[in-house]
């Protein structure tokens, strides 16, 4: 009863948990394109991309998929073979613990006829899958604890996994070992299938079971003599057909000689039961809070590598990439792969931002997409993490389960600009993120960080008179003094303006016209802050389009730091403002 009720509640729990996650697929969203894209909507769309997949050639494309990178994990395997090993282990040996042990009265049964639970092959195959799973945890333990893998993080979800797993495989290893020793279960055993016979016979069977099946009896020990367990043998023909050696289950008769010197005691207590309830309990809640914890990614991940594989990010239907996007998020492992091989992960060492690495950002992306719980001091961070990526795209590339990372950054980054969360680096619309999103925004959109930048800074200093020009009769010479301490700016004063740093400048070779668009090009901001003209270069659109590309700086002939000196320039820009760009 208590087992019964138990399982109808984790299943229930379970079922619900899958609901609620999956219909979050369909309800948040954090690509700004279908931010008003209802639920409704985005189901029907998926229903229609399944359709249209599954009865077009793509389907021999998701076969693939489905063999070699959810099945045999290729995507793993080619990254890291101790992951691989790990992951097949442990996902191998769970799903055929789950399918022949756990559910054995649906599959094991429907599959063999001679299917019993205390038989061989059944007990080996049960302890050689649950060897699997140990081995794998094992090596996760390794790999986290151990292998000292830079900046890998292990969040309360990854201990969750670890010891719920590990409660379930050593609390099943306890209790088949002291099943093995148990006096009252072989008592309880011999009153329900055993013909009654006389104290002599019971006693013979008693003392086969003793030294040839690892019970451990309060009264009987051996050496026994050769007649009594010939007798033995004999009277326990009729239970060989349903009970082998308990040796074949290796680990559970390893476990039962360790236990057996206190199993007299551990039975009298009570073990068997208390075990029992242990693993079955830890099996239901593990069952029950598997859609809430990391290990739904084992339903999430075949489907995002799926989904993924047959999905264009530039033609498929804006809602469908929204439901990828959130899928994406619940298929992550937390391996931490893409943290590894990210190209500003080390910056980590330095701005202590979790928000910079990538496998960490996903739990952020995930709260921003709910839209819950989530503070401005969060959304700065999450934002921060977001603008020091540099697009290197590595770790997509690497993501053993193939998670559109670029994509989910670029959204995120998307999202918050148009909730009207500035940057704090100024968002050029040439540079390479606003190029790379160009074709997927309106223009205005598009144009909208210059756009601001021009009213909230270029616009508050004082540009030349295109009627009368002349330069401001006011000098900065508090510029050049602020330049001359710092060694990078100082080197604008080496500069004989030979032009090489504009004709290098990919933002100058943008426009036919560059200093109608532009203002001042590279080499004349260098000549402006010799003159000290503040006004001038901080009116000029040029210093708030460049790219940061280093172009010019690596052109120079004289050793100019020309980038560096325009990042000075900003942020004395910044520093005169009269008014603060914002209370935020
Ligand atoms: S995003 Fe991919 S590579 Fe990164 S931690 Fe998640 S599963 Fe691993
Ligand atoms: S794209 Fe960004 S997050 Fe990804 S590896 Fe490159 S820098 Fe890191
Ligand atoms: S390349 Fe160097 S020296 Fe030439 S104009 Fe530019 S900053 Fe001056
Ligand atoms: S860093 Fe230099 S070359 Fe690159 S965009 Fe800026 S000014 Fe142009």
Known sequence: MFFTVSLYIALAVFAIGLLFKVSTWFRYSLSP???????????????????????????????????????????????????????????????????????????????????????????????????????????????????????????????????????????????????????????????????????????????????????????????????????????????????????????????AKIIAPAAVALDEAGAPRFLWIIHFLACFIGLAYLPFSKMFHIIASPVSLLANAVMDPLTSDPANIATRQIMELDACTHCGTCTLRCSVGVVFEEIPNVNILPSEKIASLKRLASGKNISQQDIRTIQEGLYLCTNCLRCTGVCPVGIN???????????????????????????????????????????????????VIVNRFKAIDQEHPTFPAQMDKGLKRTLDISAPGSTFSYCFTCKTCTSACPVVHNFEHPWEALGLVPHQIMHATALGLGDLIFSSKMLWACLGCYQCQQQCPQGVRVADVLYELKNLAFKQLKEPLSKG
């Open 405 to 455: 990372l670029q994509e989910l950054w670029f959204s995120a980054r998307e999202a918050l600009l148009q909730k009207d969360c500035p940057e704090l680096l100024i968002l050029s619309p040439l540079s390479l993120y606003r190029g790379l999103m160009q074709p997927a925004l309106p223009d205005d959109v598009y144009q909208k960080p210059i756009a601001l930048i021009n009213d």
């Open 33 to 255: 394109a279908a931010a008003n894209i209802s639920s409704g909507k985005r189901v029907a769309a998926a229903a229609k991309g399944i359709l249209l997949t599954v009865f077009s050639l793509k389907i021999l494309t998701l076969l693939k998929v489905l063999v070699l990178e959810v099945l045999l994990q290729t995507r793993t395997l080619k990254e890291s073979l101790l992951r691989w090993w790990m992951h097949m282990l442990i996902y191998g040996g769970f799903m055929l613990l789950l399918l022949m042990h756990a559910l054995d009265k649906i599959v094991s049964v429907s599959l063999f006829s001679d299917y019993y639970a205390t038989l061989n092959p059944f007990m080996f195959l049960r302890d050689l899958f649950g060897l699997m799973v140990m081995v794998g945890l094992a090596l996760a333990l390794y790999r986290r604890f151990f292998m000292k893998i830079p900046r890998l993080k292990t969040n309360p979800l990854d201990h969750y996994a670890i010891i719920i797993l590990a409660v379930i495989m050593v609390s099943g290893f306890l209790l088949e070992g002291i099943k093995i020793t148990s006096y009252t279960r072989y008592q309880e055993m011999v009153e329900a299938y055993g013909e009654a016979g006389d104290e002599e016979e019971l006693k013979a069977l008693e003392s086969l079971w003793v030294k040839e099946y690892g019970v451990v009896s309060p009264e009987l020990k051996g050496p026994f003599e050769d007649d009594v367990i010939e007798k033995g043998r004999e009277l326990n023909e009729s239970c060989i057909s349903c009970h082998s050696r308990p040796q074949w289950a290796f680990l559970g008769y390893g476990t």
